[in-house]
């Protein structure tokens, strides 16, 4: 599976768009991009994921470069439950039999 | 939608004695579930991959004897701490593969004093 590079940290205002950039510069072809989200004692909690399309859900919205080497994960209007470590990952999908892959992620501060 | 249960969320125990933690799948078969460990502010590592009703394959530096997995079904597994010590507190952390994709438990607290 693609490495990910992502900012170990960022703060964001309450009630402001959080946008959590993500390098996958050696991203293949079919592999796509997954969001996860890790509040404090919890097991991650799936965000989105995407191929190439910009892709929208109820939670967050997910924007992928054209060459597919970065994406960015936007959350249009944070609040304090959004603090969390969210984790970029990239990987074949339908592939049940191969684990995920956490980096370190970026921990995202939503300040009041 | 998939969901995980996870039990127990947190567990007290004493060197030297045995922990099972619990994995199982609601709404969903599993054949294949995951393990993870998460030291404080570290994230998560696999320790092992459990397939239903074969044995698990453990990640290199973790003890196959030490941390015991049984798979036995398609909605269980199971993960049994043996003979714990202190350096064993740590997160715990299973996730199940099916038809729904991947969905993560809420995650086992185990503190050994």
């Known amino acids: 599976d693609a490495k990910t590079t992502q900012p170990p940290s960022m703060d964001c205002a309450e009630g402001r768009a959080a946008n959590l950039p993500c390098n996958h510069s050696?991203?293949?072809?079919?592999?796509?991009v997954y969001w996860y989200r890790q509040i404090h004692s919890q097991g991650p909690q799936y965000i989105i994921h995407g191929l190439k399309n910009n892709e929208t859900n109820e939670m967050a919205s997910l924007i992928i470069t054209e060459d597919r080497k970065s994406s960015t994960l936007i959350l249009p209007h944070a609040t304090l439950r959004d603090t969390a470590v969210y984790y970029c990952?990239?990987?074949?999908?339908?592939?049940?039999?191969?684990?995920?892959?956490f980096g370190p992620g970026t921990r995202l501060s939503v300040l009041p | 939608g998939a969901v995980v249960s996870q039990h127990p969320s947190w567990v007290i125990c004493k060197s030297g004695t045995s922990v099972k933690i619990e994995c199982r799948s609601l709404?969903?078969?599993?054949?294949?579930m995951f393990w993870y460990r998460q030291f404080p502010k570290q994230s998560l590592m696999l320790m092992a991959t459990?397939?239903?009703?074969?044995?698990?394959?453990?990640e290199q530096g973790v003890e196959k004897d030490k941390f015991l997995i049984n798979h036995a079904s398609l909605t269980l597994s199971t993960l049994t701490v043996t003979s714990a010590h202190p350096e064993d507190s740590s997160f715990y952390i299973c996730s199940a593969s099916g038809t729904y994709g991947y969905t993560f438990g809420s995650g086992t607290r185990l503190t050994v004093v």
């Open positions: 709404d969903f078969q599993a054949t294949t």
């Open positions: 459990s397939n239903e009703g074969s044995k698990a394959t453990y």
């Open positions: 050696t991203i293949s072809g079919n592999e796509y």
């Open positions: 990952i990239v990987r074949v999908r339908d592939n049940y039999g191969q684990n995920f892959v």
